[in-house]
């Protein structure tokens, strides 16, 4: 029993078994509240994808046959169900521009990942650093880009990067380049914009962890004779793991599929599975086949991520 | 040969005017903005000493200590160690080492890893590594504790770690910020007692600060007491205790009773003293004190008797009403109201079991002392 049953019912011989029972149900239900809001808003729209992944492209309202609904009675369902297929999966391993997409947004989120932890460390450093008066402010002018739309931010970016934009301006007048560098519709401009937009997921997770480390930490590696930047590799590095894997996780996983960076700043040729979902749904119009895509993109997250977080819980277990 | 205190020490470099000053702190000043940690103090410490800085806490001792491991640097004046400036030289670079309040163990690191992490630093080769953390770990008694992570032992075996990590290097200064101060009253007790024996078996210098005057009374040679970042007095347990040189020490250390009062008389061997309530007090070293001046005279609990007759022979006795008595077993504790209204504390030893002239609450007796009894204070 736990301890609010044994507040409401001290578990001695006069309380009875139906009040204690009623007691761990309480208990319960405090539990089963996330739950339900999982299972509601990840699990049933992912079977309805799922499901939708395994129909065919139709002509109809909704575009895929077939749509399973009683209408027909259990037999109509059952052999609307029997139609459900692997096709489109197939498919997906057919045509090279899938794979292509897949392979490119891993890199492109891996390289924007290291890229905005080496701009985001200092940055989270610099601010678990700085007198505790001021770090409040600093944290508020992290999270402030929030409070600006994402998109006109990134549409922003449009504006600086531009050949003719404020970027190319200032460099030509300070005669530092001749020629105005083509930098929009380039994969530099989606690594700009995605450094730029998930930043403040990096130093987060960063900050927290670099503040709450103990200073004097330093000075004792300090003391034993290691100069200030081993004490960082060393010491400071590897305390802050944690705070670089969730910031990486939270940087990489949205990173793969991001849709309206490479939309904006990386001009039509560049070949991500954000933008390839988006043309297979509303210029295609096919969705089961964005459906399979959106399925095999969330098991190619979700796995590596699951066999990570259970080799880090085994090397705790260990650690302890 | 008569001594001050109970102990007689032979190790007393301090006496000897050739002994060569170890660590030197020269007219040294700290200021952090408007404050003043530390003001225009001079120090020397001798090789192979215990030495404690003793004082309440903001009273500039760790911040001396801090200077002298290099985490901060004096505002003016020098801190020498064995001759060489170190002005300038980086905490890493520093041939002293320092233990932690907090320990400062490195968590991600085994008790094996961080005990080798100085002699890594200095670039020891592996076999010869090993064989000294080997020996550390015996040293302190953990050697089956080397696989574990710091979180996984208890606060004594944490503090014990933290002391073989700082002397594995062979520091020639070992610098202690309050190395006893997160354990329990037992532990600590045992723990003063190895730090003793360590000290004297690796025969390092070793700097303690300590805001715990019966830690610092155990282990210290000399102790320096501390009040605003000035030094109020260094010396030997047994001189603070028995005789300071100000109000401010024989207050610090130590329980006392305080006369205020005049200089009466003075001869070559005698000072008589007329207390501000009339009270007539004779000693035998009146220190610098002329004849006239305001003095205080200070006397320790322990010196003085009580009884209830006035006894024959004494020097110094002033009649008075018991006010509280507690028993403590190992002694009794008498606060005495005396007929000019001023209390004496006066504690007596319970070295036999049958008391032959007990006393209890509002009897008369009389507190008497002899005249080497306190001191005389001028400041």
């Known amino acids: 029993m736990t301890d609010i049953a044994a507040t409401a019912a001290p578990p001695t011989e006069t309380a009875t078994l139906p009040a204690r029972l009623a007691a761990g149900f309480v208990n319960r239900l405090v539990i089963i509240i996330p739950y339900l809001w999982l299972l509601f808003f990840f699990l049933v729209p992912f079977i309805i994808v799922f499901k939708i992944s395994l129909s065919q492209t139709a002509i109809s309202m909704p575009p895929y046959t077939p749509v399973l609904d009683f209408k027909d009675g259990v037999a109509g369902f059952l052999a609307g169900f029997r139609e459900l297929n692997f096709d489109n999966y197939t498919w997906l391993t057919q045509d090279a521009l899938y794979f292509n997409a897949y392979v490119t947004s891993l890199i492109i989120a891996g390289i924007s990942t290291i890229l905005t932890l080496i701009v985001g460390y200092p940055i989270a450093y610099g601010m678990a650093r700085a007198p505790a008066t001021i770090r409040p402010t600093l944290l508020m002018l992290v999270i402030l880009p929030f409070w600006t739309s994402f998109l006109i931010r990134v549409y922003a970016w449009i504006g600086i990067l531009k050949p003719e934009g404020l970027l190319n301006q ?10 105005p560098l083509v930098i929009l519709n380039t994969y530099t401009a989606i690594f700009i914009g995605i450094v730029y937009s998930y930043l403040p997921f990096m130093v987060l997770p960063l900050y927290s962890s670099l503040e709450k ?20 590799w060393k010491v400071t590095f590897p305390l802050s793991l944690p705070g670089v894997v ?7 996983i949205p990173a793969v599929g991001e849709f309206v960076i490479p939309d904006l700043l990386g001009g039509s040729q560049t070949l991500m599975i954000g933008k390839t979902l988006w043309n297979e749904f509303f210029s295609n119009r096919d969705w089961p086949v964005s459906s399979a895509v959106a399925v095999i993109l969330l098991l190619v997250l979700t796995i590596p991520i699951m066999f990570f977080q259970q080799a880090q819980a085994k090397a705790q277990e260990q650690g302890r | 040969m008569k001594s001050l205190g109970s102990i007689r020490r032979d190790f007393a470099p301090w006496n000897d005017p050739n002994a060569k000053p170890y660590i030197q702190f020269d007219k040294v000043t700290k200021k952090f903005g408007d404050f003043t940690a530390v003001n225009n103090l001079s120090l020397t410490i001798f090789e192979r000493e215990f030495f404690a800085l003793l004082g309440a806490s903001g009273c500039g001792k760790s911040t001396l200590l801090r200077m002298l491991a290099g985490f901060e640097e004096p505002t003016a004046g020098r801190i020498l160690l064995d001759g060489q400036d170190l002005r300038g030289i980086p905490p890493y670079k520093r041939p002293v080492n320092m233990m932690f309040q907090s320990y400062a163990l490195f968590p991600h690191m085994t008790v094996e ?40 032992l208890s606060g004594g075996q944490r503090q014990r770690v933290a002391l073989a990590r ?39 210098t070793f700097v303690v600060v300590t805001h715990d ?17 000035e030094v109020m007095q260094v010396a030997t347990p047994a001189e603070i205790y028995e005789a300071p040189t100000s109000r401010f020490v024989a207050h610090f250390v130590g329980n006392v009773n305080m006369f205020e009062g005049k200089v009466a008389e003075r001869t070559a061997s005698t000072t008589r003293i007329t207390g501000a309530t009339g009270a007539q007090i004779v000693v035998d070293n009146g220190g610098h004190a002329a004849a006239g001046s305001d003095i205080v005279f200070a006397i320790r609990p322990e010196k003085i008797k009580v009884s209830s007759k006035k006894p024959a022979d004494a020097v110094n006795a002033l009649e008075g ?10 002694m009794t504790v008498y606060h005495i109201k005396l007929d000019d209204g001023q209390i004496v504390r006066a504690s007596a030893l319970n070295a036999s079991r049958i008391t032959e002239d007990p006393l209890t609450w509002n009897d008369r007796a009389w507190v008497s002392f002899r005249p080497d009894a306190g001191v005389v204070l001028t400041r």
């Open chain 1, 213 to 232: 480390m103990d200073y004097s930490l330093i000075e004792a590696a300090q003391d034993l004779g290691c100069p200030p930047t081993g004490a960082f």
């Open chain 2, 113 to 152: 890893k961080n005990i080798a992490f100085g002699l890594k630093q200095e670039g020891m080769p592996g076999p010869d590594i090993d064989k000294r953390v080997a020996e550390m770990l015996k040293l302190v008694k953990l050697e089956q504790f080397a696989k574990r992570k710091p979180h996984q």
């Open chain 2, 321 to 330: 009403e018991i006010y509280d008595v507690a028993y403590l077993g190992d």
């Open chain 1, 170 to 179: 200032v460099l030509l007048a300070t005669g530092l380049i001749s020629q």
């Open chain 2, 213 to 229: 005057q019966e830690e610092a009374m155990t282990m210290a040679d000399r102790i320096a007491i501390m009040d605003k970042g």
């Open chain 2, 166 to 204: 700082s002397v594995a290097k062979r520091p020639k200064v070992l610098l202690l910020d309050e190395p006893l101060g997160a354990l329990d009253k037992k532990l600590r007790e045992e723990t003063q007692f190895e730090l003793m024996d360590l000290q004297q078996e690796l025969g390092l």
């Open chain 1, 246 to 252: 969730a910031g990486c996780l939270l940087v990489f």
